[in-house]
């Protein structure tokens, strides 16, 4: 079913509702004037020059997706494309209206014409699209040229005898000993021997002064535990002076008691009388 309204007339009025001077007045002027220098941009910049009858006479299909996506770039390219979509136009009449330079209708002209065929080329380096992992897996171990070079070489140890290898465990044994008595330095040593002595005066000096604490308890008349005497007994007789002087009073003390400690604990003449 044909249209009552032109085309050409339905896009004019879509493209421009409200027409100003500076707007092209109908759509044959607005082709000339937008339309077909964006074709001709869009095959200079594809192509490159125009020396092969196929820049010449691209053949731009303006429903191929591919061609509506190169050439809308363009503003009113752009425009145009979405006129066709709004206003529902179907396939034979964009075919039938799209009859200018640059489109599907002057290459098929063009070939009707010269009787040629025009080749499109576009493409023909883009090799074919081969899944790699696809490819089986003796394929893929067959690419690989890299080749390594593997030499071995056996070397006959003479046979040791089981005195000479007892002999020279001996050796390495004595080895070993030296180094470790070499090792010892002299100020190691030194310092080992200060280290003592400094513990030795250490240890004399707590003892001293808990000898000191438990003899001045002592002297004040405090009882001490019977282990505790027989320890500080033990360390008079090992050279201790001053627990040695101390037990030496401590017995006389309890041998001959004071003659105040006498006067207190005998009774008087009297009293007895």
Known sequence: MRRQTPIAHLLYSYLFPNPTPNDPPSFSAHLARNLVPEVRIEVATFYGDLNSAEARYPGLNYCYAPHRMRLGRFKHHKRLF?????????????????CWEGTKWARERYEKDEGVKVVDTTGDEIGPFVDRWDQREDIRRQSI???????????????????????????????MDGVDAGSDQPEEAAAREHIAQ????RDHAIAQTINQRIITAWEQGQSLPPELEQYLKEQADRGDTDLASLFSQRRSSQRYPTTESAAVTSPSPQAAA
């Open 198 to 201: 400094l513990v030795e005066r």
């Open 82 to 98: 979405d006129a066709f979509d709004n206003l529902g136009l179907t396939y034979g009449e964009i075919q039938d209206f799209c």
């Open 145 to 175: 040229t890299r080749q390594t070079d593997i030499s071995i070489v056996v070397e006959h140890q003479p046979r040791i005898e089981e005195g000479a290898e007892s002999a020279n465990e001996d050796d390495s044994d004595r080895e």
